[in-house]
């Protein structure tokens, strides 16, 4: 238990204390006592075939988060150290996501902002987390902005897990009123007058708290205030022990269901049924929903690269280029499979297909010298050009235009990082070294479409093939091996299922 009334700030803080917490042992014992006792989320009371007892979300405990809160803390402070020695104080605010409507009253299916989610496991809407730090790092504060419980709201929504709750659950120093956001605030910056504000004024992902984030600023003595997303993803891009099971599984699931939806596939059905299929079979595994829009691309359409109308039909002797995967628990995967419909390539379908996948495994490999992730793409383009000049796609003895020529037939760099996020971390550069703990798609492609001054069997030929690898001091590990990605085995797949 974190002894939350110690070291505060003033007099005013502590009535709020008082005010909102004084009845936390009185709860807490509640909790013990009914433990199916329900929250704005899924516990282990509630939900036992989800979480286990400690786990805040599932696989990850509540001292992950608060090591993860200590970490961001301590990397701001060492950052600070090393640029201004007298900012010793921050007041760091990372806010949740809002719902979302698609006409009136309508809600989209609610999706956590990641970094708030990845600092606290709290899954509301309309919270918001606050880091304080004062003179010694020992003095660092972790308070949520919770909504408080409202019982018509309640009945209407589901429960929320209020403020008495929030601490226990979340394991924070303090929880008060989302409605008293501006008011700590102000008291912090009385007693706190030099302190930096670290709040992404330029992405803002909840109105109410820009909204008070710019009330604030205006009012603030020294207006000095940096970002803290890129400190944020600095820590996300190393996956703990927990994120590495959650990250193997939501790419197993969606191997799986890549799998059944080749071998479901066959000439006549429509983009949308490969799309509802896939959809379907990572539900079924557990995903709550698919990481992004599908691409599920027949024929000629698979050279658009973020084709999502998925709406034609895949005819005979046509492939589907698929690019799907999953979140589970908040972990996303992001698979490419290319497979003929009939289940049986053309020869040009073929030699392609086997030049991509030869350029993958060599991309794969590299990835036990820790390049960067523009390394592998500078590569990509070496392996990739000097197959597609013994083709002829390629004039030879181009070499010093080598990237300028495959860039035609390939033109998307070959790597992202993953995580909670589909594209993850993304203030991170593609020019840092790849390191252990850290997972990145492979995905080289070739398209051709039907304008190329090619040989004309080449033309309508799109392919990619993706996959995830963890990073690791022992060399690349392909957490998606799961999905069938040899030439073979793709055909055995697809030539499931073809009698109609
Ligand atoms: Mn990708």
Redesign the pocket.
Same mark, same amino acid.
């Given at each position: 238990m974190v002894i939350f009334v110690k070291n505060l700030l003033n007099n005013r803080l502590n009535q709020l204390v008082r005010r909102y917490c004084n009845n936390l042992t009185k709860s807490k014992l509640t909790i013990k006592k009914t433990l199916t006792k329900s929250f704005g989320q899924p516990t282990a009371g509630t939900h036992p075939h989800l979480l286990n007892n400690g786990e805040v979300t599932p696989y990850i405990q509540r001292k992950e988060f608060q090591e993860r809160r200590q970490n961001l803390i301590e990397s701001i402070v060492a950052h600070s150290l090393n640029c201004d020695t007298n900012l010793k104080r921050h007041l760091i605010i990372i806010p949740s996501a809002t719902k979302q409507y698609m006409s009136d009253k309508i809600p989209y299916v609610f999706r956590q902002n990641t970094d708030f989610l990845y600092l606290s496991g709290c899954l509301e809407p309309d919270t918001c987390l606050v880091l304080t730090t004062t003179e010694s790092l020992n003095q660092h504060r972790s308070i949520l902005f919770m909504r408080e419980n409202d019982s018509h709201s309640e009945l209407w929504d589901g429960p929320r897990t209020g403020l008495e709750d929030a601490i226990e659950l979340f394991g924070v120093d303090l929880a008060f009123p989302f409605s008293e956001l501006e008011n700590y605030l102000e008291m912090f910056m009385k007693t706190n007058s030099e302190a930096m504000l670290w709040y992404d004024f330029l992405s803002p992902v909840q109105k109410q708290v820009d909204s008070t984030m710019n009330n604030f600023l205006n009012k603030k003595f020294n207006k000095m205030w940096e970002s803290p997303t890129p400190f944020v993803h600095r820590l996300r891009l190393i996956k703990s022990a927990a994120e590495i099971k959650l990250m193997q599984q939501s790419c197993d699931i969606a191997s799986d269901a890549i799998s059944k939806t080749i071998a479901f596939s066959k000439p006549g059905v429509t983009e949308h049924q490969i799309f509802a299929n896939v959809d379907f079979e990572c539900k079924m595994r557990g995903a709550e929903y698919l990481a992004y829009p599908p691409v599920v691309a027949g024929g000629n359409r698979a050279n658009i690269i973020h084709y999502i109308n998925n709406d034609q039909v895949v005819m005979d002797k046509e492939m589907v280029l698929m &690019?799907a995967?999953c979140e589970f628990h908040g972990y996303s995967s &992001?698979? %490419?499979r290319t497979w003929p419909i009939n289940g049986k390539f053309t020869s040009q379908q073929r030699e392609i297909y086997e030049i991509l996948l030869t350029t993958q495994q060599k991309l794969i490999e590299l990835c036990s010298d820790f390049p960067t992730l523009d390394d592998l793409f500078e590569s990509m383009c070496i392996i990739l050009g000097k197959h597609l000049e013994e083709t002829g796609l390629i004039r030879k003895n181009y070499s010093e235009n080598t990237i300028k020529m495959v860039y035609r037939f390939c033109p998307h760099h070959v790597? !992202?990082y993953?995580g909670m996020d589909? !594209?993850d971390t993304s203030t991170i550069p593609r020019n840092i070294r790849i390191k252990p703990g850290m997972v990145i %798609?492979v =995905?080289p492609g070739v398209y051709i479409n039907n304008k190329m001054k090619v040989p004309e069997q080449y033309r309508g030929i799109g392919i990619r093939i =993706?996959d995830d690898v963890l990073i690791t001091n022992d060399g690349p590990v392909v957490l998606t091996k799961k999905c069938p990605r040899k030439l073979e085995d793709i055909e055995k797949l697809a030539a499931q299922n073809q009698t109609f």
């Open positions: &690019d995967g &992001d698979i %490419t790597s !992202h993953l589909v !594209h %798609t =995905e =993706e």
